[in-house]
């Protein structure tokens, strides 16, 4: 409704936060442009800030999940293994970008609410387009995985008029991108709730570990199989964009992400 009175983007932004597991926790609160401050190294949110140096990228937040009022308060240290300067044209009209920022990277997590602590395997990417994606496309699924020395990025995206674009790159430790065939499609199945359609390209079998986001447009995943006789583990996205123009789903878009001004 913003968009239609003509609202500009910047009144709209918002900081998301998941905890998968147990205990979980979900936030993304959508505020005003007088809870916004940017500056070259540094991006500030209501009560949440994201900071960029040479070392990486450090994320401290304190946000409120949703649906049940619990806090997600803590800091996320990302520290890049794997850089690289490519990015990539989704749409064809070149509206729309996608920059692998850090195919690779170590991430370390402190959270005091809930009080948890851990490390492990971590990726930055970076969308931004001149339109809203719904203008150009009706789907796309998306996965990335760590093999042996080299990481896999699969971006697979319907437009809204039919054509297709699917990247599979493979990205060594230097950061220098082998982009590949395509590999067969593969189909995982919907969804169970929302039935999100789920898919993706591989040589092999490969099956849903685990459903980690199952919304009325959106879905995230855990992924596993064989693939030209590796076995990779995969983060995987499908993304129903022909879902999101759905009035229904819009007005179910408060409950998730209510505003605070």
């Known amino acids: 409704r913003a968009r239609q009175r003509g609202a500009a983007a910047i009144d709209h932004v918002a900081f998301n936060v998941v905890l998968y597991g147990r205990p979980a926790r979900w936030a993304m609160t959508e505020r005003g442009r007088g809870a916004l401050l940017r500056a070259p190294s540094s991006l500030t949110i209501g009560p949440s800030r994201l900071t960029f140096d040479r070392d990486g990228l450090m994320a401290e937040f304190d946000e409120v999940a949703v649906p049940l009022p619990r806090r997600l308060r803590g800091s996320i240290a990302v520290t890049p293994c794997v850089t690289t ?39 930055v990417d970076h969308n931004h387009g001149t339109e809203p ?4 496309f009706a789907q796309w699924h998306w996965s990335r995985s760590i093999g042996g020395r080299d990481v896999r990025v699969l971006y697979d995206v319907t ?13 060594d430790e230097h950061g220098v991108a082998d982009s590949q065939p395509p590999p067969p499609s593969r189909d995982l199945g919907p969804t169970r709730l929302w039935r999100i359609p789920r898919a993706t390209r591989c040589n092999g079998d490969i099956r849903v570990v685990r459903t980690l986001e199952d919304t009325p447009f959106y879905a995230r995943s855990v992924i596993a ?36 001004r």
Not at 98 to 117: K, Q
Not at 133 to 136: P, R
Not at 227 to 256: I, K, N, T, W, Y
């Open 85 to 123: 300067d490519a990015h990539f044209a989704l749409d064809a009209a070149g509206r729309h970008h996608w920059h692998p920022l850090w195919p690779s990277a170590r991430v370390s997590v402190t959270l005091r609410e809930p009080e948890l602590r851990w490390q492990g395997h971590a990726y």
């Open 133 to 136: 994606l719904e203008d150009a």
């Open 159 to 171: 437009r809204v008029d039919g054509s297709t674009k699917c990247l599979v790159l493979t990205f």
């Open 225 to 260: 199989g064989e693939d030209a006789g590796e076995h990779r583990a995969h983060v995987h996205e499908s993304l129903s964009l022909a879902r999101f123009r759905r009035p229904l789903v819009r007005a179910m878009l408060p409950f998730r992400m209510p505003r605070r």
